[in-house]
């Protein structure tokens, strides 16, 4: 059975950094893209950052410039690299990992906070 398992959350001042990890465990079959969203208190689940399984990256506008997706495809991996980051966002972040054949895996989540 394949678990996805998130890592490096925290609490991190205004302008600091974190690096979010997120591993699988299993065997997963064609795997495509790996996502990171995140969910705030009262507000829905937002996609923050996708990598495709060749590299290629897209991210929401509130985050474009500070953070970066990136993969190793060799470990299942997907790694969010978060620079100046902001009060706003403060959230649990999720990784998703889905494959060829539109399966979706999920992580439990990772608590990151942000103090103004």
């Known amino acids: 059975q394949v678990q996805l398992r998130e890592s490096g959350g925290g609490l991190v001042q205004a302008g600091g950094s974190l690096r979010l990890s997120c591993a699988a465990s299993?065997?997963?079959?064609?795997?495509?893209?790996m996502s990171w969203y995140r969910q705030a208190p009262g507000e829905q689940r937002e996609l923050v950052a996708t990598?495709?399984?060749?590299?290629?990256?897209n991210y929401a506008d509130s985050v474009k410039g500070r953070f970066t997706i990136s993969r190793d495809n060799a470990k299942n991996t997907v790694f969010l690299q978060m620079n100046s980051l902001k009060p706003e966002d403060t959230a649990v972040y999720y990784c998703?990992?889905?494959?060829?054949?539109?399966?979706?895996?999920w992580g439990q989540g990772t608590q990151v906070t942000v103090s103004s």
């Open positions: 299993g065997s997963i079959s064609s795997l495509n893209y």
């Open positions: 998703k990992f889905s494959t060829a054949t539109l399966v979706a895996y």
């Open positions: 990598i495709t399984s060749g590299g290629s990256a």
